[in-house]
């Protein structure tokens, strides 16, 4: 079945750019009508939707983020990619991939990646 | 803040059922999905659509719907139910959004 797996730096400098990947395993990221979807979680704190791309590259994002965020996909890799600039600590989160299915308007996210703590330190 | 509101915690004695509850107006035109969060654990899909349940998860896992309101049902509440539960579904602008998340402890 299909995987997702986090990958990406755990340490970043306040004002830089956050980075991260996620692998697809078990699937191509092309096939099928998926949403690849970036979603975090501050320590005991709720899900925050991040932003999400669609297999044509459309992407979609959330308004309290748009002008920090962007999400890419590599094909070829079967991968796909967060950048999040000028980050605060404010942005020190648990980051989770998800694969987001949308049929006749209703949503879910599954699978989801295991999740990667990215700390914003200097 | 968060388009969908749930109840910070709840609790539920061991066997019995526990209904856990999202509130939202995108809850009148879509249904909710619901995701279960242990501590350390990325979430995990329970109920999604009408209600319907992905392989593996148990059937004591229920949702429904009723206007505003979509919930998340377990009867017969086990220890290992005891986690965090989010809601999510659609904001004001169409984009995916999580509800704040339900405490429950299984007592």
């Known amino acids: 079945q299909v995987q997702l797996q986090e990958s990406g730096p755990g340490l970043v400098k306040p004002s830089q750019t956050l980075s991260l990947t996620c692998t697809v395993s078990?699937?191509?990221?092309?096939?099928?009508?998926?949403?690849w979807s970036w979603i975090r979680q501050p320590a005991g704190k709720g899900l925050e939707w991040i932003g999400r791309?669609?297999?044509?590259?459309?992407?979609n994002y959330n308004p309290s983020l748009k002008s920090r965020v962007t999400i890419s996909v590599d094909t070829s890799k079967n991968q796909f990619s967060l950048k999040l600039s000028s980050v605060t600590a404010a942005d020190t989160a648990v980051y989770y991939c998800?694969?987001?299915?949308?049929?006749?308007?209703?949503?879910?996210?599954?699978?989801w990646g295991q999740g990667t703590l990215v700390t914003v330190s200097s | 803040s968060s388009e969908l509101t749930q109840d910070p915690a709840v609790s539920v004695a061991l066997g019995q059922t526990v209904r856990i509850t999202c509130q939202g107006d995108?809850?009148?035109?879509?249904?909710a999905s619901w995701y279960q969060q242990k501590p350390g654990q990325a979430p995990v899909l329970v109920i999604y659509?009408?209600?319907n349940r992905p392989s593996g998860i148990p059937d004591r896992f229920s949702g429904s719907s009723s206007g505003n309101t979509a919930s998340l049902t377990i009867t017969g509440a086990q220890a290992e139910d005891e986690a965090d539960y989010y809601c999510?579904?659609?904001?004001?602008?169409?984009?995916?959004?999580f509800g704040g998340g339900t405490k429950l402890t299984v007592l």
């Open positions: 998800a694969r987001e299915t949308m049929v006749r308007g209703e949503n879910w996210f599954d699978p």
């Open positions: 078990g699937g191509s990221i092309s096939s099928g009508s998926y949403y």
């Open positions: 791309i669609y297999t044509s590259g459309s992407t």
């Open positions: 995108s809850l009148r035109s879509y249904y």
């Open positions: 659509g009408k209600n």
């Open positions: 999510n579904s659609r904001d004001s602008s169409g984009n995916p959004s």
